[in-house]
């Protein structure tokens, strides 16, 4: 009776994996909240998240609710009903159908428990419905083959599905002077929605659009690693990159120096992505690199983010601190900015005065006050922060310390009742003290208002195609590991490749993370001017682990290999 009640605020598939015990309840919940947020099914996002085999899935799901279990790999897809369900409603409730036979229509589901989308399918086709449970990752590749790919759902989008924020009409106007082609040109319009589409739904980070002399290329960063998708014709490539930057609010009459705008794709009216956009002069043209800034990954909660439990425990006592420095460190590309964000979301209640200063403010979450630092304009990191001072705030995140007087603020922030986070570039957690050091802030104030230090790294995650790995003992340790970690209880994997993962043998990125409290111990070498050895010494007696004895962990774990772990904390 208790374990009803505890999960009354679950339902369907979610409650039925609670209650058999395939996952605890706030998993459930989390992953329910993860998958709305991001617009994908729970099967879906239990998949990617969970590690389950969609096959587990299926069948647990037809055996749970009585309804038959269908391998789609024995239908042929010319015997499909195809013009029974739009398209639309095939991608967005992910629901195919599969025969029809007289009143009744069978249609294939991972998610049986998805009424809104079996309701919708008898209102469109007036139909009694069937459900027939089939693989989640089989399903969705079969709808996308039913819609012939992006290009087809491209051409049926209309305002409501899809809609590019332009800039003002003023901006137009200009471009229909200072254009020698006609940018609205429906062709290119498409093609460019599908570029950012197929962005979108692979999961890549950045897309660049990169001219040469003899052909023009665009390549997408998925997972840290950049791979070719497209060679269009060179002849476009003024065509494209005036499109995007009219609708990211750039001078396109502006060829000769770097500009950098924002522009934004709302895909449904839950859920619309932002694209930082960076153009380039080159020899043959603009470069124009744009970052995909994804709101829902700040809503991924922390246990997403591949902190290990010690350290996740160490990271929300500290930011739950009434006042302090919690400064997060790294290379570009690193996820210091969503690592920074998921604070921000936990800490983010009714009772509590939140400003950012960024360049530019990057994910937008509503209920945080956020500014874009703009130099020109004289808005600067100080600038932005004193300001903060005088709006009576309670947590303070400057993006980014680059200067003394930015750091000297933000320690007085710190030590005046403020909770302050921020990020700075550098290897490791030791070098950060260093480097405050350096730009000229005193050994006090760095003892007196630093709290906590953690620095990471992001490592490409094992597909589930991964198989084990041969690897002697020596080169284990050689790699780090000790002798008493080579029990034979644990096994290393290697990637392989499959089409889920196109491939390359990884899907997806953890992090990697070295978490360094800031002790008493830790303070006293700070004062006496010790440097990052020192206190890299003193962290490792209190138990820190270093950023490659966190990849090893992720090692032991099965999540990554070792090759990976090696090449992102190479020392």
Known sequence: MAATIANAGLTGLARALVHEKWLSEPEA??????????????VTQLINVKKIKPVQIAEFAAAQFGFPYFDLMALDLEVLPKSLLDPKLVQKRRVLALYQRGNRLSVAVSDP????????????????????????????????????GSASVLDSLDSEDIDLEFADDDA????????????????????????????????????????????????????????????????????????????????IAEKRVPQDGRMK??????????????????????????RILDPASAQLGIDALGYDPDQRELLLNAVQRPYGMVLVTGPTGSGKTVSLYTCLNILNKPGVNISTAEDPAEIN??????????DKAGLTFAAALRAFLRQDPDIIMVGEIRDLETADISIKAAQTGHMVLSTLHTNDAPSTLTRLMNMGVAPFNIASSVIMITAQRLARRLCSCKQPAIIPREALLRAGFREEDLDGSWQPYRAVGCELCKNTGYKGR?????????????????????????IADQARREGVRDLRQAGLLKVKAGMTSLEEVEAVTNE
């Open 172 to 251: 137009l106007a200009k471009v229909d002077e200072a254009a020698s082609t006609d940018i609205d040109d429906a062709p290119i319009v498409r093609y460019l929605q599908k570029i950012l589409l197929d962005a979108i739904n692979t999961g890549v980070s950045d897309i660049h659009f990169e001219p040469f002399e003899k052909f023009y290329r665009i390549r997408y960063r998925l997972d840290g690693q950049l791979y070719e998708v497209a060679q269009p014709p060179i002849a476009i490539k003024e065509k494209i990159s005036s499109r995007i930057k009219v609708i990211s609010k750039l001078d």
């Open 113 to 148: 428990t998805n009424l809104l989308a079996i309701d919708e399918v008898k209102f469109q086709t007036n139909l009694g419905v069937d459900i027939v449970v089939v693989e989640d990752d089989k399903l969705g590749k079969l709808i996308e083959q039913f819609s012939e």
């Open 29 to 42: 919940e989390a992953l329910a909240k993860q998958a709305a947020s991001m617009g994908e099914g729970f």
């Open 510 to 534: 953890v992090g990697i993370y070295q978490v360094m409290p800031i002790t008493e111990e830790m303070t006293r070498i700070i004062m006496k001017n010790g440097n990052a050895i020192d």
């Open 265 to 290: 794709l709302v895909l449904s009216k839950n859920r619309a992505i932002d694209f930082r956009v960076s153009s380039l002069p080159t020899l043959y043209g603009e470069k124009i690199v744009m």
């Open 365 to 374: 979450l509503p209920g945080i006050n956020q500014v874009n630092v703009n």
